[in-house]
Every structure is written in structure tokens, then in C-alpha cells.
């Protein structure tokens, strides 16, 4: 537990308003840091995830222009890798993270996936309710063809015998 609470004690600051840290959030965030020694350990270790969310999606255009040359440049850097920093790394590759607009832009991605998933929502439950009232307009259309089978029948039952 001392682990936990360095990192209770290192992280939550930067946690508090962004995240619901209710008791019970917390005690399941204990549990998983037990874990997660990493964390504290490790200096600077979730800077890694945030660096590489935003080189990724660059190094995915680079490598979409031309796979072969990128895999074997990749291979080339990643062998040097270990006398490099991130930023040394990804400059191998025209990508400068001290620069704002790399933030910028892959923070705009985020935001348009956000809103495509927003608008993605939105459309299964048009559809989910497309088909919900679909089925309803087929009960309906059930029971009124009962109401006039029924009242078919009741006006057969009345009607005089016909003449044969």
C-alpha cells in the first residue's frame, strides 16, 4: 500500500475535477495499482502513453505513404533508439511533439471521433426505435386485423340464415 499512496499522493491532484474519484472509484483504483507499481517506479512513465497518442496517428500517414521504406527506416531508428529520447526519436520522422499544433491537432481528432460516436449513438437509436415502432405498427396492425375478424364474426352470428 505505500505504493499506493505515493501515487495517491502524486496523482490525484491532477485527477481531481476531471475524473469521479468517488470512495468506491478509489478503492478500485487501489486495487489495480497494486499492479501497477509501474507507475511509481517508473519516472515519467505515463508520458510514454501520452507521446505515443500523439505520434501515432503521424506515424501511421508516414508509414501509409510508402510501408516498405517506413518499416525498414523504422527498423533503423528503433536500433539506434536506446541513445535517444522520445523527441529525438520521433524527429527521425518530421514529428516535433514540442510543437503545440502536434497537441493541437490530434485533440481536434479526438474531438471529431467524439462527435462521430455522438452522431453514431444518436442514429442506432433512431434505428433501434425505427425498428421498435416498426414492430409496434406490426402489433397494431395485428390486433386491428383480430378486431375485424372478431367483428366479423359477430356480424355473421346476427345476420339472418341466408336463403339456399
Not at 499512496?5 to 487501489?30: F, I, Y
Not at 501509409?64 to 522520445?86: C, T
Request: glycine letters at 6%; a negative charge; proline letters at 6%.
Amino acid at each position: 500500500t505505500d505504493i499506493v499512496s505515493l501515487w495517491r499522493e502524486a496523482n490525484l491532484p491532477m485527477l481531481e475535477g476531471k475524473v469521479n474519484l468517488d470512495e468506491k472509484n478509489l478503492q478500485d483504483l487501489d486495487a489495480r495499482l497494486m499492479m501497477w507499481d509501474h507507475y511509481v517506479h517508473v519516472s515519467g512513465y505515463p508520458f510514454a502513453y501520452a507521446i505515443g497518442w500523439a505520434a501515432a496517428p503521424k506515424l501511421m500517414e508516414e508509414c501509409e505513404k510508402d510501408p516498405p521504406a517506413f518499416i525498414q527506416k523504422f527498423k533503423e531508428v528503433s536500433a539506434r533508439a536506446n541513445d535517444m529520447g522520445p523527441v529525438e526519436f520521433l524527429l527521425e520522422f518530421g514529428i516535433d511533439i514540442r510543437e503545440p499544433q502536434v497537441w493541437n491537432d490530434r485533440l481536434a481528432q479526438m474531438e471529431r471521433d467524439v462527435a462521430a460516436l455522438g452522431t453514431l449513438l444518436k442514429e442506432q437509436k433512431r434505428d433501434a426505435a425505427l425498428t421498435q415502432g416498426g414492430k409496434v405498427l406490426e402489433d397494431l396492425g395485428a390486433v386491428r386485423d383480430d378486431v375485424k375478424q372478431a367483428r366479423n364474426a359477430e356480424a355473421e352470428k346476427d345476420r339472418p340464415p341466408r336463403p339456399v
